[in-house]
């Protein structure tokens, strides 16, 4: 395993741990004044870990489905393989019809312990890694190294995802898309309704050219609209929050309609049934330029690896569909980023999720449009909009 | 909100007419069928805006001379409509003498709870009956009421379920179902007939409320003060500035600009998935906020209404459109409408600009310049487009190589070289054109398979290049106002207008054209002329009276 | 309206209404159908519609079943091979969707709801009057069971039958239980039937009545143009009072009617060799309650959502499956699931087939009845609102073409529900609530 120090570790942790609190919060809606620019801007329609199945990935079987690893858990309990049947047929009930409850098989001074909330209350279960040669991401420490992937669609060396490495074998992330690992799903269409959307605008001198761009994330007031099918609506309009903790700005270019930034932070407030944050340290996106006027591609960078512990957490082992102390120790094991200046363990973990954005307005809360909405065929709208009365 | 009857039981004994027997001196009783928001609108009024009402079930109807309402005179009730309706009014009874509301509802207490009370049940069936049939009830229909709520309460051995009956009775009976419009020999114009007092409260409400005569209404109806012209000119004013007539000019306009067609309104997920159920049923309400808007809260011209910028937006269709619409809402919260103000430089421009017209007038996947045409035409300037006749080889014309024509004008312009279509697409093609720049689910655009869209046309002798252009050519055309003079009057009176009645219409139509063409003073003007409450002589009398 | 005459009817009125039964001495059984065997013989009129909705769990395996073609002359993909015997008295929709309008996907529950109330509740505890109950207020009456609820997991709330917001009618879960509440000892067969006469419909009736009285009056006063439209108007009026009247006649005679024998034993359990032969029993005993005229209303479900279906030796449910088994990348479907689907699939058929085995005239009961045939999810892996597969069977006494697949792409899956109640005459101009609300009846399949 290899560490990458790439960042002062100081800066790291003021700007992880407590958030962005400061300066940059309004780059966005000055960097876009100037008349020679336009600024298209987009909702976040997609967000799923860039997860690639395939052979050989998990040599030794993987980790199994949810009745597995429960299977699993029950033997190491000492229960027998019959009794196990019949609990995992009779919804978690035991011969005599107690409940087995297998989340609180942790123990703290003795006592029974949730491993959700204490999954160091037991020892390391060692759950199986990836060991395949592919996986999708970035190069985020510039080496190339033995336990780097190649990326399966530009074949790129070096990429750095310990996170998938992690979680990849178990048949829940055992998927590649368009497939979305099903807790991840549900979560997601569940908080789209409810969460107020995650908002991305490029500004640029001419942005069907080749150039420099700014790019900036945000998060809206308002949540997302769903067109006739159930998609998500583009064209739709939203507020931007003018929060500094779900502001990024990256400095960017467009090369042949691929989209890419230079490395730097990002942080996004999520909700509780989705991530409750996404944050980004070193973050590297690759986004294609759609005809349509969508976005797609892949986002990432490290990752507090805690963050991405602490939404599977929440689903719990039955609808997160993994073992979590397992994948907490292999979190802690093949976290590659931002060591902690006291311990010098690593607190973040390579990673890259697949990403699409549709075309939409931004506007400040007073109303000012500030990022337009580019679909093919479709009137140009910048400026200040009219309210009547 | 008390309703009509609660309020009667405290106010209005003035109104009451126990036990008279109703004059029968009519010479003609006409029937109009209510729509079914009128049904409902007159149920809330009646007995409190709690009830329930299911009006979706009921048939709509049928447009005759561009109106529903002239459809209206002509409309019966077929079986099937019959069940409806009696199940409409079980349901309305049902809910009226429910417990919390039977105490507000019906004044007195029944002697016993388990069987008739014919008295006591005579005083709500009077109540009701007046506001139900806008008149008084007869002493025999009285007597009838009576003996069927008295007959199903001791046989359901429940006082209720008989007040249910009577409701029922009443609320299948023709006289609630069609405004009935009772008329008499008109003493100052031999020849004519004129309505009677009732039935004038009653059109007069209709017309300017959508609904049936409130209180003092129907006691200006009860002592004959309505038939006198400075009784009528205060009514019409206390009507028309009644916050009520809102629901007249929606009334009015969804039946003008064609609405009921948005319930068979379908439009292709696939191919428009911005065109959400949201977005449907919005369409029709951002046209008829934009009416209420203009003319009634702003006073402006009716012209206007083809070129203002301003309109109301949710937010479901202002990404249809393609604008930006800032919005507030949050989290559950209703949808807003926002006042929204299209710039000058915008083909956004007007009521045809709309979803409810360039949407409505579509196929569910394709435009149709020639179906937008016809609707122009025929809803705004009252002309006539004859139907396409019976048999033409449409093969040409639908097998035309697409990659040939792009756009829809050259495929028209290839259907439009039929000799025997040419004669009406002339009528609606090039106007039609004008509305290509917005795609079926009403989305801007400008190109058609890649190819640029041709917005140029002539109307009526101008050339115009794009919508914004047309708009303004309708706005100037004398035919949009005297369309509206026309069809204001016509739903009035639920028929076309007489020879002498079109002749007062023009007269009205020059006068306006000049002063403004604003609604309120356009209603005041014919809701206050008294030929406006007269039976042309032309019209078949009643048959046995000729006999 | 003379007042002696209306006198005299309500004194009739007031004889039947009494309070007692009318006990009507019935002839020997006779003739009492048409030579067809397809209507009463005395009245003209056709056998009343039967109506039954059908449940199943977890839908089907997406992307292999809906067939390639649409209208009359599709072929069946092979997942729906179980389907072949009973294709063309069936019919098979694809495309359509439940809508959310913004509410959490209650799984399991959301979109079941959706097809039976029209509504989408925000939660899973709220729910509305399904559409049996509203089909069977209108065709339903007069029949000893107003519907027959029955579930085959064992469950007693896997159905979706409800009256108001008060929640399911529990289901039967025994079949032999069934057949005693049905054909023991209370059945009485209906060519000796006492009866009677339901007080309500006998005031809806003379209350129509009135209003007939009420023409004569009316008549002298109105102008010879409105006069036929008037005219018009009451002949509606005398056509519902004709139709309360029959309802408050004595029932007819069945001669389909038999008494089914007496199951051997029963075996209720989620293992698919239990369920199956639950299902069975259970679809035996609805034909020949439907054929007994017993109800006109049934709601057969194969279990809740959260199916326990399971093959013996497998070690989950099907639910558990539907989530857990791995999609087959060469296939493009989870195996076991497809073939838990099939077996559902197999279970329809024996449904539409037990009614089509009842002969009645030159037709069977089948061809009277409508079948409503719905599921929980289109792709219960991913709780998908999409894409749900949606059967009708019967033809509804001659109101419903049968044999089609009608794909309908984005549709809300009410318009299936609004279309059976409009075929079966009810009178709804829609169905539904937000973006769930139709107004369009699918009107391909309506004869």
């Known amino acids: 395993m290899t560490v990458a120090r790439v960042f002062d570790p100081t800066d790291l942790t003021l700007r992880i741990v407590r958030g962005s609190c400061c300066a940059f919060a309004f780059v966005m809606s000055l960097s876009i004044t100037a008349n020679a620019v336009e600024t298209r801007s987009y909702v976040i329609s997609k967000f799923q870990t860039a997860t690639y199945s395939n052979e050989g990935n998990c040599p030794h079987g993987g980790n199994g489905t949810p009745s597995e690893i429960k299977e699993r858990i029950l033997i190491d309990q000492g229960y027998t393989k019959q009794q196990v049947d ?19 098989r942790g123990r703290l001074n003795g006592e029974p312990a949730y491993v959700g909330n204490f999954p160091n209350s037991i020892p390391d279960p060692q759950i199986e890694t990836v060991q395949g040669k592919f996986a999708y991401g970035f190069n985020l420490d510039g ?75 945000d998060r809206s007031l308002n ?64 986004l294609k330029m759609n005809s349509d006027g969508s976005l797609s591609g892949l986002i990432g960078g490290y990752q507090p690896w805690l963050d991405l512990y602490y939404f599977l957490a929440v689903r719990g082992e039955e609808s997160g569909q993994v073992d979590l102390p397992g994948v907490y120790y292999a979190f802690e094991r093949l976290a590659d980023g931002i060591p902690d200046p006291v311990t010098g363990q690593n607190t973040a973990i390579s990673s890259a999720f697949w990403m699409e954005a549709v075309p939409a307005f931004l506007t400040t809360v007073s109303g000012r449009v500030i990022g337009e909405a580019v679909q093919p065929n479709e009137n140009s709208h910048v400026g200040d909009v009219a309210l009547s009365q | 909100m008390r309703s009509m009857l609660q309020a009667s039981m405290l106010l209005s004994a003035a109104v009451m007419c126990i036990g008279v027997t109703m004059p029968r001196a009519w010479a003609e009783m006409t029937f109009v069928r209510i729509t079914p928001e009128q049904y409902q609108r007159t149920i809330h009024d009646v007995f409190g805006r709690t009830i329930k009402v299911d009006a979706d079930i009921v048939e709509t109807g049928f447009r005759d001379q561009g109106l529903l309402a002239i459809g209206a005179r002509k409309l019966t009730l077929t079986s099937a409509g019959l069940e409806s309706y009696e199940a409409l009014a079980q349901q309305i009874a049902a809910q009226v003498v429910e417990p919390q509301r039977v105490a507000t509802l019906i004044q007195c207490k029944p002697k016993k709870s388990d069987g008739a009370d014919d008295s006591c049940a005579a005083q709500f069936i009077e109540q009701a009956g007046l506001y139900l049939f806008s008149r008084p009830l007869s002493q025999s229909e009285l007597k009838m009421y009576v003996e069927t709520s008295h007959d199903s309460a001791e046989t359901l051995q429940d006082f209720s379920a008989g007040i249910s009956a009577a409701l029922v009775q009443m609320l299948i009976s023709p006289d609630f179902l069609f405004r009935v419009e009772q008329a008499y020999p008109d003493p100052d114009q031999p020849g004519k007939l004129r309505l009677d007092a009732y039935s004038t409260a009653s059109r007069l409400s209709s017309f300017l409320w959508d609904s049936a005569p409130d209180g003092e209404l129907l006691a200006t109806a009860k002592s ?24 007249g000019l929606r009334a009015f306009f969804s039946d003008m600009l064609g609405f009921d067609e948005f319930a068979t309104l379908s439009k292709d997920a696939s191919i428009f998935p911005k065109f959400t159920k949201d977005v449907q049923d919005a369409a029709r309400e951002q046209t008829l906020r934009t009416v209420v808007d203009q003319l009634l809260d702003k006073n402006k ?116 070289s039929e000799p025997m279509c040419a004669g009406c697409h002339k009528i609606t093609d090039p106007i039609g054109l004008a509305f290509e720049t917005f795609d079926s689910a009403a989305v801007p655009r400008t190109t058609e398979n890649g190819a640029p869209i041709d917005v140029s046309g002539e109307f009526s002798g101008k050339d115009f290049d794009g919508i914004v252009q047309l708009a303004n050519l309708i706005k100037d055309d004398p035919a949009a106002t005297s369309c509206l003079i026309t069809r204001a009057y016509s739903y009035g009176v639920a028929r076309a207008p007489s020879a002498q009645e079109r002749q007062w219409l023009d007269g009205l139509k020059v006068e306006l054209s000049e002063t403004g063409v604003k609604w309120r003073e356009l209603m005041r003007r014919i809701a206050s002329n008294k030929e406006f409450y007269t039976i042309p002589a032309s019209e078949p009398q009643r048959a046995d009276a000729l006999q | 309206m003379s007042i002696s005459e209306k006198l005299s009817r309500r004194n009739v009125l007031r004889g039947a209404l009494g309070g007692t039964a009318i006990t009507v001495a019935l002839p020997t059984l006779e003739c009492f159908l048409n030579t067809n065997g397809t209507a009463y013989a005395a009245t003209g009129a056709a056998l009343p519609p039967v109506f039954g909705t059908w449940f199943w769990g977890l839908g089907l395996a997406p992307g292999h079943w809906v067939p390639e073609k649409t209208g009359a002359n599709y072929e069946l993909p092979e997942h729906l091979a179980a389907l072949k015997p009973v294709k063309s008295k069936m019919n098979l929709f694809s495309g359509m969707q439940i809508f959310l309008d913004g509410k959490v996907n209650q799984n399991h529950y959301s979109g079941a709801q959706g097809q039976c109330t029209g509504m989408v509740s925000r939660n899973g505890s709220d729910y509305s009057t399904s559409i049996d109950t509203i089909i069977g207020d209108h065709i339903g009456k007069g029949t000893r069971f107003r519907s027959i609820e029955v579930g085959c ?153 959260f199916s326990k279906l399971r093959e013996a030796g497998e070690a ?132």
């Open chain 2, 301 to 416: 011209d009716y012209r206007e209404l083809f070129v203002t910028r301003e309109t109301f937006l949710t937010p479901a269709l202002a990404a249809l459109y393609g604008v930006p619409l800032p919005r507030s809402q949050e989290l559950g919260g209703a949808v807003p409408w926002v006042p929204y103000t299209y710039r000058d430089s915008d083909t956004h421009i007007g009521l045809l600009t709309h979803a409810s017209f360039v949407a409505l007038h579509s196929h569910p996947g394709k435009t149709s310049p020639t179906l937008r045409g016809k609707a122009l035409r025929e809803s705004l300037l009252c002309q006539k487009v004859p139907a396409p006749p019976g048999e033409v080889d449409f093969s040409n014309f639908e097998n035309a190589d697409q990659s040939q024509l792009k756009t829809v004008r050259e495929r028209l312009e290839r259907h439009a």
């Open chain 3, 153 to 305: 997991d064992g469950d007693r709330k896997s159905t979706w039958s409800a009256r108001g917001e008060n929640g399911m009618n529990p289901a039967e879960i025994s079949p032999l239980a069934l057949y005693t509440r049905i054909f023991g000892p209370q059945f009485v067969d209906p060519n000796a039937a006492e009866f009677t006469p339901d007080s309500g419909t006998m005031v809806r009736h003379s209350v129509l009545s009135a209003v007939s009285d009420y023409r004569k009056s009316l008549m002298k006063e109105v102008s010879a143009t409105d006069r036929s439209r008037l005219d018009e108007y009451f002949t509606s009026v005398r056509d519902l009072e004709q139709k309360l009247a029959v309802e408050l006649e004595k029932p007819t005679p069945l001669p389909a009617c038999t008494v089914p024998e007496k199951f051997e034993g029963e075996d209720v359990g989620t293992l698919v060799g239990q369920t199956t032969t639950t299902h069975q029993q259970f679809t035996q005993l609805i034909a020949h309650a439907l054929s007994c005229g017993q109800t006109r209303i049934f709601n057969l479900s194969m279990g809740s959502g």
């Open chain 1, 143 to 217: 080496r190339v190294q033995s336990d780097s992937f190649q990326d399966p669609e530009t074949l790129e060396r070096g990429i750095d995802n310990q996170r998938w490495r992690a979680l990849g074998c178990f048949a829940v992330y055992d998927v590649r898309r368009p497939v979305v690992p099903y807790n991840e799903y549900i979560a997601w269409d569940t908080a789209i309704d409810a969460m107020p959307a995650w908002l991305m605008s490029v500004t640029g001198d001419d942005l069907d050219k080749d150039g420099d761009v700014t790019v900036t994330f």
């Open chain 1, 86 to 104: 019949y609990i995992i047929s009779h919804e978690g009930r035991d011969e005599n019809g107690n409940r087995v409850n297998t989340g609180t």
């Open chain 3, 316 to 447: 989950v449910t099907y639910h558990s499956l539907t989530h857990e088994e791995p999609v087959d990348p060469e296939l493009n479907y989870q195996p076991k699931c497809k073939w838990l689907a099939e077996q559902h699939m197999a279970f329809f058929t024996n449904l539409v087939q037990s009614l089509d085995s009842i002969q009645e005239g030159e037709g069977t009961l089948l061809d009277r009845a409508a079948i409503f045939a719905f599921t929980d999810h289109g792709e219960a892996r991913l709780h998908s609102m999409k894409d749900y597969p949606v059967f009708t069977a019967g033809s509804a006494g001659g109101r419903l073409k049968t044999g089609l697949h009608i794909s309908a792409p984005g549709d809300a899956a009410t318009r299936v529900g609004l279309t059976l109640q409009q075929a079966l005459g009810v009178p709804v101009g829609s169905w539904g609530t937000e973006s769930n609300r139709v107004t369009k009846p699918i009107s391909e399949m309506l004869a």
């Open chain 1, 223 to 286: 949540i997302l609209l769903r067109d006739a099918q159930g998609s998500v609506l583009p064209g739709a309009t939203f507020v931007v929050d003018s929060d500094p903790r779900s502001h990024s700005s990256f400095q960017g270019q467009i090369e042949n309609g691929v989209l890419t930034i230079e490395p730097g932070d990002f942080a996004m407030l999520g909700e509780s049934q989705w991530y409750a944050i996404i944050r980004f340290a070193q973050t590297h996106l690759r």
């Open chain 2, 224 to 247: 004959g003060a309505i038939l006198s012209q400075r009784v009528l000119d205060e009514q019409v004013d206390r009507l028309l500035n009644s916050p009520r007539v809102e629901h």
